[in-house]
């Protein structure tokens, strides 16, 4: 395999000047130009990973964090960054949290860990960390972007969604089919966008005139387990209900699969609704109705700005997505008492 050697002994130039045709960068004349890409092209020279790092003077590695490598809301996300950074040159490297220590100790050494493999820049998709954290990585602060938190003095560089406008439309597209007994399964409550969805999601019933202080509520861990736990501690309590809102798609997958085994009909009987609107729910039976929240779009923005922190690049980005709710089989009108 040729090596940047053989292309500057061929080009009859020093290793320097080969260095700067390929990097791109520094002043070359458009003769010594043509030798050097001429020897390229007559080596077939592949210019290795390491060799562009030290040309370029940075590892071309972004590194991604994300608090837990399980279930099916983080791969599609992982997949979509991957993507774009490979169509950019780009590779990825991920970290995710491990360990007995707690969710934010976790991404302090997630990210502690990306840095030290040499990451040009960290994408991070978790809403643990604390301002102080962020100052405690001095300089490398800079080159970091956070995914679905907001933190002062960040503003530029936090992606987030609405939750608490996902809440409400949560509410409002249960209100519009006439629910009003209704059972909430909510995501663990130290999670401040679970905070959110849920205050949107009562202050839309309050405001409806439910009396959000009757309703079945339980805190559950956004896994399908706890969606399934959630379901049958629902059915045994006895409590009526025409419907329940899941605090994410994970959690509504379990509770469908637990309605379905104990015979529950839906949406014949009782409707469901998830949230984030995930790939799997249109492959549920009946398909899931969920909260669509604009993932794709907050991360590919967050992705973009930290491509133009780290590699002057002039990729356009915004903070602005919309939000909806995708309507399907597992939704349907309130039924009238027998």
Same mark, same amino acid.
């Given at each position: 395999?040729?090596?940047?050697?053989?292309?500057?002994?061929?080009?009859?130039?020093?290793?320097?000047?080969?260095?700067?045709?390929?990097?791109?960068?520094?002043?070359?004349?458009?003769?010594?130009?043509?030798?050097?890409?001429?020897?390229?092209? &007559?080596?077939?020279?592949?210019?290795?990973?390491?060799?562009?790092?030290? *040309?370029?003077?940075?590892?071309?590695?972004?590194?991604? +964090?994300?608090?837990?490598?399980?279930?099916?809301? +983080?791969?599609?996300?992982?997949?979509?960054?991957?993507? &774009?950074?490979?169509?950019?040159?780009?590779?990825?490297?991920?970290?995710?949290?491990?360990?007995?220590?707690?969710?934010?100790?976790?991404?302090?050494?997630?990210?502690?860990?990306?840095?030290?493999?040499?990451?040009?820049?960290?994408?991070?998709?978790?809403?643990?960390?604390?301002?102080?954290?962020?100052?405690?990585?001095?300089?490398?602060?800079?080159?970091?972007?956070?995914?679905?938190?907001?933190?002062?003095? *960040?503003? &530029?560089?936090?992606?987030?969604?609405?939750?608490?406008?996902?809440? %409400?439309?949560?509410?409002?597209?249960?209100?519009?089919?006439?629910?009003?007994?209704?059972?909430?399964?909510?995501?663990? $409550?130290?999670?401040?966008? $679970?905070?959110?969805?849920?205050?949107?999601? *009562?202050?839309?019933?309050?405001?409806?005139?439910?009396?959000?202080?009757?309703?079945? =509520?339980? &805190?559950? $861990?956004?896994?399908?387990?706890?969606?399934?736990?959630?379901?049958?501690?629902?059915?045994?309590?006895?409590?009526?209900?025409?419907?329940?809102?899941?605090? $994410?798609?994970?959690?509504?997958?379990?509770?469908?699969? +637990?309605?379905?085994?104990?015979?529950?009909? =839906?949406?014949?009987? =009782?409707?469901?609704?998830?949230?984030?609107?995930?790939?799997?729910?249109?492959?549920?039976?009946?398909?899931?109705?969920?909260?669509?929240? @604009?993932?794709?779009?907050?991360?590919?923005?967050?992705?973009?700005?930290?491509?133009? %922190?780290? +590699?002057?690049?002039?990729? @356009?980005?915004?903070?602005?997505?919309?939000?909806?709710?995708?309507?399907?089989?597992?939704?349907?009108?309130?039924?009238?008492?027998?």
């Amino acid at each position: 395999m040729a090596t940047l050697k053989d292309v500057a002994q061929l080009a009859g130039v020093g290793l320097g000047t080969a260095s700067r045709v390929v990097s791109g960068k520094g002043a070359v004349s458009p003769k010594t130009l043509a030798r050097v890409r001429k020897a390229i092209e &007559e080596l077939d020279f592949q210019p290795s990973h390491a060799a562009r790092s030290l *040309m370029s003077g940075n590892s071309q590695m972004v590194g991604v +964090y994300i608090p837990f490598l399980s279930g099916t809301f +983080y791969t599609p996300i992982l997949q979509l960054v991957y993507a &774009e950074l490979r169509a950019a040159g780009l590779n990825m490297v991920v970290g995710f949290g491990t360990g007995s220590v707690d969710e934010r100790q976790q991404a302090v050494e997630g990210i502690d860990f990306l840095n030290q493999r040499g990451c040009d820049g960290v994408l991070v998709m978790t809403n643990a960390l604390k301002a102080e954290d962020i100052a405690a990585l001095g300089p490398r602060k800079s080159r970091m972007v956070l995914l679905n938190h907001s933190l002062p003095g *960040m503003e &530029e560089r936090c992606f987030t969604v609405d939750h608490h406008l996902g809440g %409400r439309m949560a509410a409002r597209a249960l209100l519009d089919k006439k629910h009003k007994k209704i059972a909430v399964i909510t995501g663990p $409550n130290h999670a401040p966008d $679970n905070v959110e969805r849920i205050d949107g999601f *009562m202050q839309e019933l309050r405001e409806a005139g439910i009396n959000t202080d009757k309703l079945w =509520v339980t &805190e559950s $861990n956004f896994a399908p387990e706890g969606g399934w736990d959630s379901a049958k501690a629902l059915l045994d309590s006895g409590h009526e209900f025409t419907a329940v809102f899941c605090a $994410n798609d994970e959690m509504a997958v379990g509770a469908l699969s +637990y309605f379905q085994q104990a015979g529950v009909d =839906v949406p014949g009987k =009782v409707s469901v609704l998830g949230y984030d609107d995930t790939h799997s729910a249109d492959f549920t039976a009946p398909r899931l109705s969920s909260v669509h929240m @604009p993932w794709t779009e907050m991360t590919l923005n967050g992705l973009n700005c930290l491509l133009n %922190r780290c +590699y002057d690049m002039n990729r @356009p980005y915004t903070h602005e997505y919309a939000v909806s709710v995708t309507e399907r089989a597992s939704l349907a009108k309130a039924k009238k008492p027998d």
